[in-house]
């Protein structure tokens, strides 16, 4: 019904960029926050990037000045800038939507499959 895939990541050299995109379709009604978390092998999953319907933004301090989030909800996108990659930012990144669907008419939380992002040094 709703499906959210991402798309943008590889491989990179420590100090380089990447752009990640998410984008989400199916049966939506309304998109409130989306976000970026990432998982490394043997760690918990964690946040990385929220923006809200109106713009505001909510960043991890390990990528505060260095990640940008973006979204354009007329394509029901978001969008990750990743500059100064660090081989620390080595992880697989996933896409999250909290949303409203309208069949069946709902909110919930949907994650995207996932991307890997690998930094070497």
């Known amino acids: 019904q709703v499906q959210l895939v991402e798309s943008g990541g590889g491989l990179v050299q420590s100090g380089g960029s990447l752009r990640l995109s998410c984008a989400a379709s199916?049966?939506?009604?309304?998109?409130?926050?989306m976000g970026w978390y990432r998982q490394a092998p043997g760690k918990q999953r964690e946040l990385v990037a929220r923006i809200t319907n109106g713009g505001s933004t909510n960043y991890a301090d390990s990528v505060k000045g260095r990640f940008t989030i973006s979204r354009d909800n007329a394509k029901n996108t978001v969008y990750l800038q990743m500059n100064s990659l660090k081989p620390e930012d080595t992880a697989v990144y996933y896409c999250?939507?909290?949303?409203?669907?309208?069949?069946?008419?709902?909110?919930?939380?949907?994650w995207g499959q996932g991307t890997q992002v690998t930094v070497s040094s």
């Open positions: 199916g049966s939506i009604f309304s998109i409130n926050d």
């Open positions: 999250n939507a909290d949303l409203r669907t309208l069949r069946p008419w709902m909110r919930s939380n949907y």
